[in-house]
């Protein structure tokens, strides 16, 4: 079984060094041999021409390199979910878990979902419902018509005798009167009693059909929370010190609680959980695209990606203890010596131009950021100081407040939209329009933060407008205009199919990784809050226009 699994380099690897630690799984540069693995495994998915359909609609595959006992170095690979509805290939490592094994007890109970979901179907359509709900129409019609009508007719009376009583009336006349319109009033209670009887009843009929129905669903519901977590405990996790733990043990600690779905299918659990049944050494990972897009994702054939972390952050950090990890490198400090490069100052604000690397405002740990210089800087300073901030892997002008009110006015000025920001980037690929606008309403992805995703449903408005300014050797530099400030907004246009289909050059979460993220904010124009002045900051960014691949 391990041989089929196991692969040997087709090409000489000797002189590739193995790297010192494992790779961390969120934020890596691919190491040689991950290269080389996933080159192979992508000639193989090119050969497969039985799943090209399928393939062409997108996946994510990994790659391990591993170390045998015996020494010897090849490498594993994986898909995430399952493949021509399968989840067992020759090539690929087997999921931890098959839910698709015929015999097993997940496909047996989701047959009785199945029949439920069939029963609710029928149910739901069938000639006994669809008569009563009829029924109790037309009876909601018919009292509505008969009421209506009692009404104009009471309206009516009422009318009439108000204009009797308009004359000299004898006390038989006016007691008559008032007769009558007891008389009709008590009339009116009764229809209204009969016809809410008829109702009740027509009613009664149809929610007794619905209850069953409503019964039905519960059963489902309940069914499937207990088929779920049932599953989820037959994902037993493996780590390095061989310590087990399912699903919902690793999930519990986490804000949501339990696992999501397809929690355990992705590729770098499949790879880790064979290594470590395998007695194979783990030595570096990588996972890449293969396919178009997702409608809502940004996916780019052929690119790596880092592991996602709504499903896979807590089942990877169970998964490498026992394993030298690299570092996470967005927590080193490697500005920890560089001074703030301040551009503008008076008594009420600041224009730094931020280097790349260094967060806005303090993030999880205790990573350097401009917020934390500035406290420093300005001990007497009132209020939040930083006012918008810039993405951690973004350079430029950041805007700080010494004092609440001037804080206060500049934010009013980001919200209003009279601040004036341009943005330079370089693009991987060529722009064919000269300027354009993009709008594609975005939001989070809640299963990988901080990724963002393009939704009609639940996205916020976004806007950005764009001028390019050069063209060179299939890269473009342009200007962006953002209209509105959501997270991420640049990169998730540059980069969507339905933007700009460029994504901005060194984007790892939408792009592919480079030296650094060729985004910087080079322009920035506001009032100043105490002196009504209109101050313009302009800084070209330290990076060249377009590098060398």
Known sequence: MMESKFHTFAQPIQ?????????????????????IAAEETQAYLKERTEWREELQTGKMFGVLVVRTPAGEVGYLAAFSGNLAGKNVHPFFVPPIYDLLQPDGFFRQEEEQINEINARIRTQQASPALEDARSRLQSTIEYCDFVLQAAKDLMKKRKEERDRLRQFPLTEEETALLIKESQHMKAAHKLTKKSLRSILEEDQAKVDRLEQEIEQLKQERKRRSATLQRKLFEQFRILNARGEVKDLCELFAPTSQGTPPAGAGECAAPKLLQYAYQHQLEPIAMAEF??????????????????????????????????????????????HRETKLDILYEDDYLLVINKPEGMLSVPGKGDADSVYQRLSILYPEATGPIIVHRLD????????????????????????????????????????????????????????????????????????????????TSGKTLIAFYPQTGRTHQLRVH??????????????????????????????????????????EIQKSPAFPRCPMP
């Open 15 to 35: 002189s590739i060094p193995l790297p010192e630690r494992f790779t961390y799984p969120f934020h890596y540069t691919p190491h040689p041999l991950c290269v």
């Open 289 to 334: 695209w293969w396919g178009d897009s997702p409608k809502t994702e940004i996916r780019h054939h052929g690119y790596y990606y880092p592991a996602c972390k709504g499903k896979c952050e807590p089942i990877l950090h169970h998964m490498l203890q026992g394993l030298r990890v690299d570092e996470n490198p967005l927590l080193a400090d490697s």
């Open 392 to 471: 951690m892997a973004t350079s430029g002008l950041l805007l700080a407040a010494k004092t609440k009110e001037a804080h206060q006015n500049l934010q009013a000025q980001f919200k209003n939209r009279t601040i004036q920001k341009r943005y330079i980037a370089l693009l991987e690929g060529e722009v064919p329009q000269d300027e354009g606008e993009i709008r594609l309403p975005l939001c989070p992805d809640p299963l990988d933060r901080p990724r963002q995703i393009v939704s009609e449903e639940f996205g916020k408005p976004a806007l950005t407008h764009y001028r390019v300014l050069e063209r």
């Open 494 to 535: 540059a980069a969507h199919p339905l933007g700009l289909h460029c994504p901005i050059l060194g984007d790892e979460l939408y792009g592919r990784k480079a030296e650094r993220l060729y985004l910087h904010a080079e322009y920035l124009a506001f009032t100043h809050p105490i002196t009504s002045e209109r101050i």
